[in-house]
């Protein structure tokens, strides 16, 4: 079983958001072709919470709207287990502490703290895993290299 952390770059790709969506249908048919295997897909609360703010700065309050809907009918399955996307607990104020105690160095290499969220919870993940890929899905450069298969 492989383990898919999902990226706000990936997922506003996914939803289609108003201004991020560059490679919508790209992102959609790769997704296809990951469920189609033996993939966990894990969607980190800091991650769903950008999405959020992405989807609030659009102009255009209908397309805002309609948006946000979306998100929230992307959202609700996920919190109940009925989407092929497992919604990560939120973060612990041990794990924040921790992200704050290094975050000026990963900010020089422009990594966010949403982004440092995602590498903790990558080295969980691979702490946890005996076998299979473990992978933070991104189209941000940063966050590529964080893959089991590649090193």
Not at 6 to 29: K, M, N, Q
Not at 122 to 130: G, P, T
Request: charged residues 25%; glycine residues 6%.
């Amino acid at each position: 079983m492989n383990v898919c952390i999902i990226d706000t770059s990936v997922l506003v790709e996914l939803l289609g958001v108003p201004g991020y969506e560059a490679r919508h249908d790209e992102c959609v048919a790769d997704f296809e072709l990951r469920a189609r295997a033996p993939e966990s897909f894990l969607l980190p609360l800091p991650v769903l919470f950008e999405t959020g703010n992405h989807v609030a700065q659009i102009p255009d309050g209908r397309l805002r709207r309609a948006w946000a809907e979306r998100l929230v009918s992307f959202a609700r399955p996920a919190l109940s287990g009925e989407s092929p996307f497992t919604l990560t607990p939120a973060p612990l104020i041990p794990d924040v502490i921790s992200w704050l105690a290094d975050f000026a160095d990963y900010a020089m290499k422009k990594v966010g703290l949403v982004d440092r969220s995602l590498i903790d919870l990558f080295e969980r993940q691979r702490a946890l895993m005996r076998s299979g890929r473990v992978y933070i899905w991104s189209r941000d450069l940063a966050l590529m290299g964080y893959d089991t298969q590649h090193g």
